[in-house]
């Protein structure tokens, strides 16, 4: 195995200064800091994770604590921030919530002694006052923290969050502009900070154009299963709606299903508008009109945070795009 010698010896600097290139130290000029890291790829080098947490009095481990794995979402975001991590040397504990306030507040409770190098928030769920309040504290007890979905800003809490009102305005907007003026939404609200502000977009969207109804308002999981039962029990009911503004891919694709079942076409009969581009949608027939996500540029941010310095308090905003396929 290379080590921190043979990178100096070959890039013809000290080893300190290699160290200090690894560790993210700014005040290396960047000609040096390029001649190392060139160095340390042509050599094969890679840093030995446990003795730099030895030297610092914590680990190269970063925890990424997801709301619920089986979302696609949160399966993607999870491969790009594994990818991005083991590029800056540091190692993921992944660690599946389930929609357990307990779950969360336990591991809270152990994180300071578990001599973490960060720790990563991933949920889409509201959070009861005690765990922001732990959360908050997280970086008094040395463990650095970062939001990924929710702005927690106010409790100067690094965040990283698409603008998911936005998006759905803009999402309803396009159904509006094709003459679709019944437009069903499927998606979590309550309990969801997430789902909530995806469907104040809709709500708001629909009350401009003076087209919002109540009962064209399904709050449901995200299931593919949710997306099904709720078209099927509306259609059973005699509800008509000619448009559909799904919370996530999930249920918008177990909405087409309904619909398929049914024997009413996507988008002659129906026009159905998800959330979050999926992989899958794109290879569906009709492929599945959807807003953007970027869980590698959503990786790429949040691992920047625990390189170098201890992360500042910042918001960053990505926006998602109107991605028209053949659904609408």
């Known amino acids: 195995m290379k080590t921190v010698s043979d990178v100096a010896r070959h890039a013809g600097v000290s080893p300190a200064t ?17 001649k190392v890291l060139e160095s340390a790829r042509q050599l094969g080098y890679r840093p030995n994770s446990m003795a730099q947490g030895l030297r610092k009095g914590r680990s190269n481990t970063v925890a990424l604590l997801v709301g619920d794995i089986a979302q696609r979402h949160f399966a993607e ?4 921030i594994q990818s991005e991590l083991e590029a800056a040397g540091m190692d993921l504990l992944l660690y599946n919530l389930g929609h ?3 779950r969360l507040k336990d591991f809270l409770g152990r994180a300071p002694s578990m001599k973490l190098r960060g720790l990563m928030l991933a949920l889409s769920d509201k959070l009861p006052k005690d765990i922001v309040s732990m959360l908050a ?7 650095p923290i970062v939001s990924i979905g929710q702005d927690m800003t106010r409790q100067r809490i690094p965040s990283i969050v698409h603008e998911e009102k936005a998006a759905a305005h803009r999402a309803v907007t396009y159904l509006l502009q094709r003459g679709h003026r019944r437009i069903a939404y499927i998606g979590k609200i309550k309990g969801s900070a997430i789902g909530t502000e995806r469907f104040k977009g809709y709500q708001a969207a629909l009350r401009a154009a003076d087209a919002y109804d109540q009962t064209l ?9 949710a997306g099904r039962d709720a078209v099927l029990r509306a259609l059973d ?5 000619t ?3 799904a919370g996530s891919d999930e249920i918008a694709m177990g909405a087409m299903a309904a619909l398929h079942d049914r024997g009413l076409a996507v988008p002659r009969d129906v026009a159905v508008v998800g959330f979050g581009d ?10 599945l009109t959807t807003l953007s996500s970027h869980p590698d540029v959503a990786a790429r941010h949040v691992c920047d945070f625990f390189v170098g310095d201890e992360p500042a308090v910042e918001l960053t905003l990505m926006r998602r795009a109107l991605i028209e396929r053949d659904s609408v």
């Open 243 to 245: 448009g559909i503004q």
């Open 137 to 143: 504290s997280m970086p008094d007890a040395g463990v």
């Open 100 to 102: 357990s306030p307990g």
């Open 18 to 34: 290699v160290s200090r290139v690894l560790n993210g130290n700014t005040k290396v000029s960047v000609d040096i800091r390029n």
């Open 77 to 80: 975001l999870t491969l790009h």
């Open 217 to 225: 308002v399904w709050d449901l999981t995200y299931r593919y299963s």
């Open 278 to 287: 999926i992989e899958m949608g794109a290879y569906l027939r009709p492929a």
């Open 237 to 241: 009911r005699g509800l008509a709606f």
